[in-house]
């Protein structure tokens, strides 16, 4: 089963504007991270909140989370076309730290 | 980056042959996970180790087995492939609570 829904499945954008990723997840987590791919790539660790945190910034990223709403999400600020790729959040729950993944959001970001 | 290699990185297989995947870490770390990707379903878990022969089923572990009798090794076995498994997998190391987990480059299976 899938505990992550994110939203949207894409997003294009111009360099130097902001971008939105969204998340959902369904049970109770220790901590939710998100995660970037590059095409044929393997999954670059970006950022990871834990489940009694509610934001958290690295660089250009913001990350939020509402436990009650179950949901995070991801802006990455002041995008560059570097920043093109696929982003994934991904809920640990249990001994572990089992992660369970979203099915991603393409990002695209014009030059 | 995390020590991992994954070998092969590529391979094209017939319907039917086993297919061992080995992941390789320098970290010494406890835990190593296997996952697939496929379009549309994100990575999903299909066996992970905490520890030297201690193993435990993911999510998608139907017609897999693994195996890890060093640290730094952990196999995935494919005993009859079948086209299904057409995918990328990939590996991935944790070294502990609060701490994220490193992933391999993946491996690129084909069975046809």
């Known amino acids: 089963s899938q505990q992550g829904e994110e939203d949207p499945q894409a997003l294009s954008i111009q360099e130097g504007e902001n971008a939105t990723m969204n998340c959902s997840y369904k049970?109770?987590?220790?901590?939710l991270q998100w995660y970037r791919q590059n095409s044929g790539r393997g999954l670059v660790h970006l950022i990871l909140?834990?489940?009694?945190?509610r934001e958290k910034h690295s660089g250009r990223l913001r990350v939020t989370l509402d436990t009650s709403k179950k949901s995070s999400s991801l802006l990455i600020t002041a995008s560059r076309a570097a920043d093109t790729a696929s982003y994934f959040c991904?809920?640990?729950?249990?001994?572990?730290?089992?992660?369970?993944f979203g099915t991603g959001t393409r990002l695209a970001v014009r030059p | 980056d995390a020590g991992i290699t994954q070998s092969p990185r590529h391979k094209v297989t017939e319907t039917g042959t086993p297919v061992t995947l080995r992941c390789h870490q320098t970290?010494?770390?406890?835990?190593m996970y296997w996952y697939r990707q496929d379009p549309g379903h994100g990575l999903r878990l299909i066996h992970y180790?905490?520890?030297?022969?201690?193993?435990d089923k993911g999510e998608v572990s139907d017609g897999y087995s693994v195996s890890r009798s060093k640290t730094e090794d952990f196999l995935l076995t494919l005993e009859s492939a079948t086209s299904s498994q057409t995918s990328v997998y990939f590996c991935?190391?944790?070294?502990?609570?609060?701490?994220?987990?490193?992933f391999g480059d993946g491996t690129r299976l084909s069975i046809l």
């Open positions: 991904a809920t640990a729950a249990g001994s572990g730290d089992k992660l369970t």
């Open positions: 049970t109770s987590i220790n901590n």
């Open positions: 909140i834990r489940s009694n945190e």
């Open positions: 970290e010494n770390h406890r835990y």
């Open positions: 180790s905490y520890g030297v022969k201690d193993t």
């Open positions: 991935a190391i944790w070294e502990g609570a609060g701490q994220p987990q490193h």
